[in-house]
């Protein structure tokens, strides 16, 4: 018998090598294609975030607003935080933290007590005392407050502590008071610790950092960037208003400014003519993610616009 033998041919080194190379090449490609795969889906979630703060405090400003009583108080309050750090390793620099006090209407209940409703009340916007004055705490950590104080409609009958016993029309006869607890808690900020869990009710966001807030009354600029005049703490409304629009003096807001701190603040109150409130109140915010994916977070414009 005859028997063949089979030989089998084996690969040689060339081929082995290149084959290597190629499944190195596959390897890489594929790290490649997964590591901007998670970067995607990393920065895809911390965009998500954002959009849903920023929904929440626009949603809860239009709500408000929608509200709002121009027979009561309404209180700009803009603050420049000079030397204060982005993230925890940052050059300092100076951030603007604008902030608000107004009376609104609407269906509000006592977060103490489930009983305890009212259909006005007054309102702090605005970052928390801790945002404010803890120097150490970066600027993409601040925490952005609304306090709110329902009118009971019992004056003088001690309520819950998110109650206030004066009535609505105490607080607008007594002026001095008003304006007065309006100031204190505008530069104080919000005056409850919103990481007790007691209290979490003043915490609106998380993440939210520089906030400027400007308003209208419609006058319109020669302005190639814009043809509606904003004002606040870069143009008061006072400064440079062409005498033949520039309305009487009594009329326009009470604006107080003092660089050496420095501030600017524009009050509307019960005396007001209504003609002469703002027409819209212009909120940039910039807002960060909570794990710090988008380093230099984003930047959002909202405007309210007033009703008569």
């Known amino acids: 018998m005859n028997y063949k033998l089979r030989t089998s041919r084996a690969f040689t080194l060339i081929e082995l090598v290149v084959a290597i190379a190629i499944l190195v090449m596959v390897i890489s490609f594929s790290s490649v294609i997964f590591k901007v795969s998670i970067n995607s889906y990393r920065t895809a979630t911390a965009s998500t975030e954002i959009m849903q703060k920023l929904r929440a405090i626009t949603d809860q400003l239009n709500s408000d607003f929608k509200g709002l009583g121009k027979d009561g108080y309404l ?87 998110d109650c206030d016993s004066l009535s609505y029309a105490g607080f607008k006869a007594d002026v001095l008071v008003t304006e007065a607890d309006a100031k204190n808690l505008l530069i104080s900020g919000i005056p409850i610790d919103i990481y007790n869990p007691g209290e979490v009710r003043g915490l609106m966001c998380q993440n939210v950092g520089e906030i400027k807030i400007e308003w209208t009354d419609g006058t319109k600029y020669p302005d190639p960037d814009n043809s509606l005049a904003w004002f606040g703490f870069s143009r008061a409304r006072r400064d440079g208003i062409p005498p033949a629009i520039a309305p009487k003096p009594e009329y326009v807001p009470i604006e107080e400014i003092d660089l050496t701190v420095p501030f600017y603040r524009a009050s509307w109150g019960p005396s007001t003519l209504k003609q002469f409130w703002p027409k819209a109140l212009r909120f940039t915010f910039k807002i960060y993610d909570s794990k710090g994916i988008l380093e230099q977070g984003r930047t959002f414009t909202h405007i309210v616009y007033f009703g008569d």
């Open 75 to 161: 209180i700009i309050h803009s603050q420049l935080q000079l030397g204060r750090s982005e993230y925890v390793n940052s050059s300092p620099a100076d951030f603007r933290a604008d902030r608000l006090f107004y009376f609104t209407t609407g269906d509000f209940q006592s977060w103490f007590v489930t009983n305890v409703r009212s259909n006005i009340t007054k309102v702090y916007f605005g970052h928390d005392s801790r945002s404010l004055y803890d120097l150490t705490l970066p600027v993409s950590e601040w925490s952005l407050a609304r306090d709110v104080k329902l009118i009971t409609p019992a004056p003088g009958v001690p309520g819950p502590n």
